[in-house]
């Protein structure tokens, strides 16, 4: 709870940018400018920047919507590192085997609003050379999926429903459940559902109580 004279605790306005290096800056502009269509924003062209022997580079913006952006780091020079032909991104090229799963578990979710916005985007990419790989429905959201020129998952989602109270109390159950048992031996899902049924048995006198007083503010009234 807040005064007028205090600041929440949670202060933070959403993604200002999130940025990724790149190896291939014109593959890069082109699928984001000209695919997207997410206009370049910003760019700063350093030139002697950092440390000793830090190269020069350009760092260029999109803009992904909601004052929210994209952001490349190009050094001029530095040539791809790692095993181009391994599994990956620009970022991390992984040892031939390492699961897919896993290789793209870092990637960029962008926000449409609609089924009709998240189409056009579907278009917009199977007409390029990044098709889109796949469409998937998922609790509360449809998204689509490709890789950008550097390896990098994209993802673009819309809501099919909003979130629930009872959802967002559901997952802080989950996530707690997670934390107690994930530094035991061999955590396992079976192991967070019974400690998360734990939970809910410890909570539950206190969310009676709550439900009870906040009832008996409403009489009052």
Known sequence: MTTPHTKPVHRVRGVDHAAFPTFDPVGTVAFYRDVLRFPVVHSICAAGWGPEQHPDFIH?????GNDDRIAFFYYFGLEPIGDQDAPGDSW??????TPEFFRNSRHLAIHVDSEE????YRRRLDESQWPVEMQVVHETIESIYTHDPNGYMLEITRALRPVTAQEDLDAELTIQALCDIASGEDPSMDQLLTRKAELIVERAARWEEERRTENEEVVSR
Do not use: N, V
């Open 92 to 97: 991390a090229r992984f040892a031939p085997g």
């Open 117 to 120: 916005d998240l189409l056009e």
């Open 60 to 64: 260029f913006f999109f803009d992904i």
